[in-house]
Structure formats: structure tokens, C-alpha cells
């Protein structure tokens, strides 16, 4: 005669099985998000450190003088700066000045007046960091700087 055991405790083998390859497809899934995290945070410090970078540059560009060759029109690379090293993940630092015009019908000093000798002496000036992430990224700043009389 065949014995029959009530209330057996424990997991059949399937259930076993199935519970693992459950487990396996969530740790795949949070090593696919730790992976691409790390691209993230890398990409992020690389875009920071050109960030500050071009802060520097521009603090120091904006303490010269308006007359100082630095803002002559035209192109300009960092070597003009004396002193000035670019980290390591930052491939070129340039800047692009441009006189600018006042013949845009519009009082761009805010006197009523358009197109005034007062709104002549001022350059635009492009500043662009190249840096390399997974392709080359460029961080772009445009500012103005003016006569002081």
C-alpha cells in the first residue's frame, strides 16, 4: 500500500529553476543600469571639468583690458594666455571676436536712442571647449565686452 505524505514542505525542482532565471534577469538589469550610470557620471565629470575650464578662461578674458590683443578681431587659441594649461581632457580652447555692429534699429542700451556712438565700442566674443567624451563635444560661451569710459 502506498503511503501519501500530507502538507510536504519545500520547492519542487522547476520551482527552483524558475525562481533563479528570475533572479538572473533582474541582477543582468541592474548591471546593465550600473554600466550605463558609469558612462553617465563619466560624461558628466568630462562636461564639468570642461565647464570650469571655460569659466577660467572667461574670468581671465573679461579682466584684460579692451584694447589688449586678446580681443582683436578675429581668431584666437589659448596659447595667447600666458600661464594657462588646459587639463588633459580638454583637447582645444578658442575664441572667435567680432566687432559689433550697431546698425540694428534697436536702443541696445535701453536711452531711447538707437544706433548711438555709445553702443559702438563693444566685441562679441564666441568661446568654444572641444572636449572628447565616447565622440568630440563642443561647450560654447558668448559674452560681450564693451569700452570703459
Known amino acids: 500500500m502506498k503511503t501519501i505524505i500530507k ?3 519545500g520547492f519542487t525542482l522547476i520551482e527552483a529553476m524558475i525562481a533563479m532565471m528570475v533572479l538572473a534577469v533582474g541582477i543582468l538589469a541592474i548591471n546593465t543600469m550600473h554600466i ?3 558612462r553617465g557620471n563619466a560624461s558628466a565629470n568630462k562636461l564639468t571639468i570642461a565647464g570650469s575650464t571655460g569659466e577660467n578662461i572667461y574670468e581671465t578674458l573679461t579682466n584684460q583690458s579692451y584694447s589688449d590683443a586678446v580681443f582683436d578681431v578675429g581668431a584666437h ?3 595667447e594666455l600666458t600661464g594657462f594649461v588646459l587639463p588633459g581632457s580638454i583637447s582645444a580652447a578658442t575664441w572667435n571676436v567680432t566687432q559689433w555692429s550697431n ?5 541696445n542700451d535701453g536711452d531711447g536712442t538707437t544706433d548711438e556712438d555709445d553702443e559702438s565700442d563693444i566685441k562679441f566674443v564666441t568661446l568654444t571647449m572641444t572636449y572628447t567624451d565616447a565622440t568630440a563635444k ?4 558668448n559674452f560681450l565686452k564693451s569700452e570703459v569710459y
Open 7 to 9: 502538507n510536504q514542505n
Open 36 to 38: 550605463s550610470s558609469t
Open 77 to 79: 587659441t589659448i596659447s
Open 103 to 107: 546698425t540694428d534699429t534697436v536702443d
Open 138 to 141: 563642443t561647450l560654447t560661451v
